[in-house]
């Protein structure tokens, strides 16, 4: 059963770019399961989400049979998994997945992530005494971003290298996110892949012979019943948690803040209910996340919604359409409640074997980011148009501007 409505997922509106919460409302009404002309199929609703990425289903994209979806990597070129020589855990199903993420949480453990927090208040600290001597400015370029991507590159111990380059190459790769992209970006990406797998080798031969007390020393060392990682696995590995370690925690950071500043009653909430931290930064994340889609593949006939998925088809789970959908968070799905009491159920660190395994990092860092700024500042506002970063996935402000 196909779809046979006006209504279609369609990002590329200047609607869209301001807010895409609307559209997302008119999919789950219209088309919550969505087969899209460029081949792909996209579910909308909480329910249909939640099953769909606790099903175990394929997150490999080389399992995607013919059609749009697949030429599209072919009139560019590239290979239909080009990140990373496929071999991050994030690209792999069981048993490989279950092998790789069973090494990586060996050292990737919540003691370790406990261990960073002197250091991100630290950091913390240090932004917001350069926002509070110029007065305000940008918050991503002072907060959002460098926060996460200093505490990733210190915890996995990361030697000293080209910071622009390498998240120049960051953003670059996170395009492959991306639910509609052209030959061009394609290309771009894998460029940058192929550059971001030799620069990040480097640093791995570089702490194989300078270990340290880091999670990169560890994740070198690390083994179970004298399994260990190869060295274009634990590459792999190490790029992505660089990579995803900071990229979706600038979201997160800018994303909560803007929500606040837009709903002034929560964001006293903020300042005066420490009580609700916690929980503060689950509707957040719930409100509007920092990764907006998922993506599996079908390996067999899939029925969802009235409707057969056929097998070997690219299927995007909308985690931030979920994530508001009423029927699951009732009739204030659209509101911004600090207290919510359910708000731990959101879906932006996805389900399943595929839960992130950096949430409690992201959410360490968004709890102390955007709580001492707002509880420091309490004359803080917006100052001036936002801008962002033009991406559906990975969607947030490019820029921030505020004013203390």
């Known amino acids: ?25 008119e999919l789950r009404e219209h088309v919550p399961v969505h087969e899209h002309p460029l081949g792909f199929w996209m579910l909308n609703r909480y329910e249909d989400v939640n099953a769909l990425i606790k099903s175990g289903m394929s997150v490999e994209q080389r399992n995607v049979g013919p059609g749009p979806f697949r030429k ?46 002197p250091l991100i208040r630290n950091l913390v600290g240090e932004a917001l005494d350069e926002l509070a001597d110029q007065g305000g400015g940008d918050l991503v370029e002072t907060l959002s971003f460098p926060l996460p991507f200093t505490v990733i590159s210190r915890m996995l111990g990361m ?14 790769l996170m395009r492959s996110v991306e639910p509609v992209t052209g030959p061009e970006v394609l290309r771009a990406v894998e460029a940058a ?30 083994e179970e019943g004298g399994d260990v990682l190869s060295n274009d696995e634990l590459i792999a590995q190490v790029t992505l948690l660089y990579v995803a370690g900071h990229e979706t925690t600038v979201n997160l950071i800018s994303n909560g803040t803007l929500a606040l500043l837009r709903h002034p009653d929560q964001l006293e909430v903020m300042r005066t209910r420490t009580d609700l931290d916690d929980n503060a930064i689950e509707e957040l994340l719930r409100y509007d996340a920092a990764v907006h889609n998922s993506r599996r593949v079908t390996l067999e006939p899939y029925e969802v919604g009235g409707h057969v998925i056929p097998a070997r088809t690219f299927v995007l789970a909308n985690l931030a359409s979920a ?36 949430g409690a990092l992201a959410r360490l860092e968004g709890k102390i980011a955007i709580g001492e700024l707002v509880r420091r500042f309490p004359g803080l506002r917006l100052d001036g148009e936002v801008e962002w970063n033009d991406r559906i996935s990975l969607r947030g402000p490019a820029r921030l501007p505020i004013r203390l």
């Open 1 to 25: 059963m196909t779809t046979t409505t006006s209504v279609v997922f369609n990002p590329f509106t200047p609607e869209f770019k301001k807010d895409p919460y609307p559209h997302y409302a």
């Open 72 to 117: 599209t990597y072919e009139y560019a070129g590239v290979p239909i998994e080009p990140r990373l020589k496929g071999l991050a855990m994030l690209d792999r199903d069981p048993p490989g997945h279950t092998r790789l993420r069973r090494l990586v949480a060996k050292v990737f453990t919540p003691r370790a992530i406990e261990g960073m927090e």
């Open 159 to 172: 030697p000293p290298t080209d910071n622009d380059r390498l998240r120049e190459l960051s953003g670059t």
């Open 193 to 222: 892949d192929t550059e971001l797998f030799a620069m990040v080798g480097e640093a791995v031969a570089w702490k194989r012979r300078h270990p340290a007390d880091d999670l990169l020393s560890a994740l070198i060392a690390a």
């Open 323 to 358: 994530n508001r959908d009423e029927a699951f968070w009732g009739p204030d799905a659209d509101k911004l409640r600090l207290d919510r009491p359910n708000a731990r159920r959101h879906l932006s660190f996805g389900s399943g074997i595929h839960f992130c395994l950096g």
